[in-house]
Structures are given as structure tokens and as C-alpha cells.
């Protein structure tokens, strides 16, 4: 994992993960909620240090403690072309453009919102050239334009997504069915539900955006392609 000061902590306004779950992170020097996220970072402990969006969905209490604690607020109309979290993204890349993005409360709530969200991620990799992750409950999505080794178990579920376009030059690998160097499709399932076969792997991207995901520890590892 990347040090803490190598990272910024997003909070959307989705729902929020286990608190254990951001334990690394609870002393990150930078954490950047959107709109409602202002509630949910509090609720995982987290020091607001940015506050982003029109906030019609944060508490006004909330909204208040933190800029007390010297959080910083840009406020937007809620007339806006913008989600909260693709104006976050932006905000990121301007203030902090070589950090990595760990991002919680993306998923959960209206299903229009969560793959909206998944569209902002692939734009702000794309954009960036950052590695971002997204943390919930049941699983780690690693947002993936070059190459990453991520640690695992025998019979983890590792599974590859294209988004907003195919994937050329895909490879994975040790893997249950190795992929060296083939095109994925957004519109095919070849890279659901594959498996670590070591105690690491690595996934390789030579063009385009795949998110990579990972079951959480705990969570169910095996299943069908």
C-alpha cells in the first residue's frame, strides 16, 4: 500500500463500509467528502480537511464541525453538469495531482448514481494516471490503466471489468486461467470470477480502463464464471 501521505481519502455519499475497513487510513492528511459524505466520514472518524458539492444531501451539523475543525468547503449550485464525486475527482487532480485515490461510500443507493460513479473513476484514471481504489463491505475495486500486483490467497475471486471501452494487451497472472496479452470486451464476461493460485498477482493493461475486484477478506471467495 502507498504511505499515507501519497494518498487522498474520498467519501462519497453511498454507503459507508465497515470502520475497520479504513483503519489504515483514519489518520490520512487529506479527506475530501462529497456532499453527504460530510456525515459519513465523521461517522468513520475521519478529519475532514475538503467539503465538495451542493450539499443538499449533508446535515447542516455536520457541515458546521467540520468547518469549525478548519475543514475547507467549495460549495456548488445544485444546477450543476457535475456529480459531487466527479467534482471531487477534478478538485483531486488540480490540488493534489500525484496522489493515489482510496474512495469509500461509492456504492449503494440509487443504481444511477453508482454507475455514474464508476464512469468518473474510469475518467479520473484515464485523466490522472494515479492508481485509485474503491473500498466497500464485500469487495476492493483497484481502477487499473498499466500494471498492479495486489496480494492474495489461493481461491480469491479476481475478476476484470472493462469500462467505457475495450481493454487491449490484458494480461493476469499466476492466475486459474491466465490471460498474456488478449483484448477484453465491456460487452463479455471473459474476465469474471477468475482465481489467485499464489499470494499475489498481477494484472497488466496496455490500453483503455479495467476495474479489477477483489472479494474483501471474509467475503465469499468462491463462484462461476
Known amino acids: 500500500m502507498p504511505g499515507e501521505l501519497s494518498r487522498v481519502v474520498i467519501v462519497a455519499n453511498g454507503t459507508a463500509p465497515d470502520p475497520a475497513l479504513v483503519a489504515d487510513v483514519d489518520d490520512a492528511d487529506v479527506v475530501v467528502a462529497c456532499d453527504g459524505g460530510v456525515d459519513a466520514a465523521r461517522d468513520l472518524g475521519l478529519r475532514i480537511t475538503h467539503g465538495i458539492g451542493d450539499f443538499d444531501s449533508a446535515t447542516p451539523g455536520a457541515v458546521a464541525e467540520a468547518e469549525h475543525h478548519g475543514a475547507e468547503f467549495i460549495r456548488f449550485s445544485s444546477d450543476k453538469d457535475q456529480s ?111 482465481e489467485c493460485v499464489s499470494d499475489s498477482v498481477t494484472v497488466t493493461v496496455q490500453t483503455g480502463v479495467c476495474f479489477v475486484v477483489m472479494p474483501t477478506s471474509g467475503a465469499t471467495r468462491s463462484g462461476h464464471r
Not at 115 to 123: K, T, Y
Not at 186 to 193: I, Y
Open 84 to 194: 459531487d464525486l466527479e467534482l471531487a475527482l477534478e478538485f483531486v487532480r488540480e490540488r493534489y495531482p500525484r496522489r493515489a485515490v482510496v474512495l469509500v461510500g461509492a456504492d449503494g443507493g440509487r443504481l444511477d448514481h453508482r454507475l455514474a460513479n464508476w464512469s468518473v473513476l474510469a475518467g479520473h484514471a484515464q485523466r490522472s494516471g494515479t492508481s485509485t481504489t474503491v473500498r466497500t463491505d464485500s469487495a476492493t475495486a483497484f481502477v487499473v490503466t498499466g500494471s498492479i500486483s495486489l496480494p492474495c490467497v489461493p481461491g480469491d475471486l479476481v475478476s476484470l471489468h472493462p469500462w467505457g471501452g475495450p481493454c487491449g494487451g490484458v494480461e493476469i497472472s499466476p492466475a486459474r486461467w491466465p490471460l498474456d496479452g488478449v483484448d477484453l470486451s465491456p460487452f463479455e464476461a471473459r474476465g469474471l470470477s477468475n
